[in-house]
């Protein structure tokens, strides 16, 4: 997956994360089904920003950025730990 595939990605997430909000303000959606939702993207959006960091990092040390892989979420939710 390329940089602009991610970006592109992000941004989807990104607009779901506010129809969800939208979706709880107007009783569209349960609170705790817009919890849940919620933690499924902002999971799938930390993995996306592991990736571009990888990436980035793989560029500035001379290597192919496609070599990086998306980490797990439990590899990638542990740093905040």
């Keep these: 997956m ?3 595939t991610i970006h592109q990605q992000i941004t989807e997430l990104v607009a779901q ?3 969800l909000r939208s979706a709880l303000q107007a ?3 349960s609170s705790a089904e817009e919890r849940g939702k919620l933690r499924e993207a902002e999971e799938s959006l930390d993995q996306l920003w592991d990736l571009l960091r990888q990436r980035q990092a793989k560029r500035d ?3 192919d950025p496609d070599e990086a892989g998306e980490r797990p979420v439990s590899e990638v939710e542990g740093y905040r730990q």
Aim: no cysteine.
């Design 2 to 4: 390329d940089d602009r």
């Design 17 to 19: 994360e506010h129809e």
């Design 61 to 63: 040390a001379g290597l």
């Design 27 to 29: 009783g569209d959606v």
